[in-house]
């Protein structure tokens, strides 16, 4: 005859085993959900004009392709042609300086000119990524900046 231990063991050793499996219990992970805007490149390149700045200029920015871009400022006020900012890439007149929409070389030329002056010179912009819609979202935007100290005169 068994005795009540003898009995209770195994059926210990049963009951403990039985929460033991070989196989993995299959978990939940929260599914992660990106959540992009539709935001597109702003600006993608400012000139920073330095030094004894006009009040009134002409800036044009030229690429070796052939590209060309111009735009009047007076102060921070652009002159803008009728159906400026109906093209895919256009200059805006800034604070000191001039923004370009959507235009991001990586060479060009760069003309000011005011009164009877002029001061041209070449630069090869650094360029930094931006994503204004989030890391995992589209679109990438190339975006430099170029500082250009005009002639004392």
């Known amino acids: 005859m068994r005795s009540a231990s003898a009995a209770f063991i195994p059926m210990l050793v049963i009951l403990l085993l039985s929460g033991c499996s070989a196989s993995p219990v299959p978990t939940q ?24 700045v006009p009040d009134e200029y002409v800036l044009e920015a030229s690429t070796p392709d052939g590209e060309t871009m111009s735009v009047h400022c007076v102060g921070a006020e652009g002159v803008y042609p009728e159906g400026h900012f109906e093209r895919t890439s256009y200059p805006m007149c800034a604070d000191m300086g001039v923004d370009f929409i959507r235009f991001s070389p990586e060479r060009l030329t760069i003309t000011v000119k005011w ?39």
Do not use: M
């Not at 805007?37 to 600006?43: K, Q, S």
């Not at 930094?128 to 190339?142: F, L, M, Q, T, V």
């Not at 430099?144 to 004392?152: E, M, N, R, Y």
């Open 115 to 153: 009164s009877d002056q002029q001061a041209s010179q070449a630069f090869e912009p650094v360029h930094h990524s931006e994503w204004p819609n989030g890391p995992a979202c589209k679109p990438e935007c190339r975006v430099g900046q170029i500082s250009f100290p005009l002639p004392d005169n």
């Open 29 to 52: 992970t929260p599914e992660v959900i990106v959540t992009c805007t539709t935001e597109g490149c702003g600006i993608t390149l400012s000139v920073a004009l330095t030094g004894n």
